[in-house]
């Protein structure tokens, strides 16, 4: 488990996503937490020594680019 810890309040979640201006907490397939338009994120700490884990949607969209690059690479054209 991973700790958000926000002026002394501590959330605990499997995985934290921080993307933009919103930082989520998932545990399984269940959002436990979310801090939406966050205009000041520096107050939002993890516990020392943890990271904040990818967005999936972002992994996703980069994997889809990087295998379109791939393919045009091989078929000696641009997509």
């Known amino acids: 488990m991973k700790k958000l810890i926000i002026n002394g309040q501590e959330f605990m979640a ?3 996503i921080k993307n933009g201006n919103s930082i989520i907490g998932i545990n399984g ?3 436990v937490f979310t ?3 966050v205009m000041d994120l520096s107050s939002f ?3 020392s ?3 904040y884990d990818p967005d999936p949607e972002q992994e ?3 994997r889809i680019a990087d295998l379109e ?3 045009a690479a091989l078929i000696g054209g641009g997509l």
């Open 45 to 47: 700490k993890l516990e």
């Open 69 to 71: 690059a791939a393919l």
């Open 35 to 37: 801090f939406q338009g």
């Open 49 to 51: 020594g943890q990271n």
């Open 29 to 31: 397939d269940t959002i």
């Open 60 to 62: 996703r969209e980069q």
């Open 14 to 16: 499997e995985k934290i």
